[in-house]
């Protein structure tokens, strides 16, 4: 049973930077294709970033420039570095696992606020 655990949000200044990890469980991980969504209150959840087993990535318009997904198969392990974060970026983000099937974390706030 796959399994993941996201780390690293938190509160931060508009223009201010978070990393957020997702370390996932069992062997699958390398072959499959990760992404990172968020929700915000009263919205419906909505794809941030993707990176396919190969590396290839792909960002929501909003957040191109902006912010940088990437993985490290050895620790099994996918990130998010979020960089200039505006309040609009306020959300619950959550890690997702495609390998036919798809799994989700628990998610991690993101708030931005002065």
């Known amino acids: 049973q796959v399994q993941l655990v996201e780390s690293g949000g938190g509160l931060v200044q508009p223009g201010g930077s978070l990393r957020l990890s997702c370390a996932a469980s069992?062997?699958?991980?390398?072959?499959?294709?990760m992404g990172w969504y968020r929700q915000a209150p009263g919205k419906q959840r909505e794809l941030v970033a993707v990176?396919?087993?190969?590396?290839?990535?792909n960002y929501a318009d909003s957040v191109k420039g902006r912010f940088t997904i990437s993985r490290d198969n050895a620790k099994n392990t996918v990130y998010l570095r979020m960089d200039s974060l505006k309040p609009e970026d306020t959300a619950v983000y959550y890690c997702?696992?495609?390998?036919?099937?798809?799994?989700w974390g628990q998610g991690t706030q993101v708030t931005v606020s002065s």
């Open positions: 069992g062997s699958i991980f390398s072959i499959s294709t």
């Open positions: 997702n696992l495609k390998l036919g099937f798809s799994r």
């Open positions: 990176i396919t087993s190969g590396g290839t990535t």
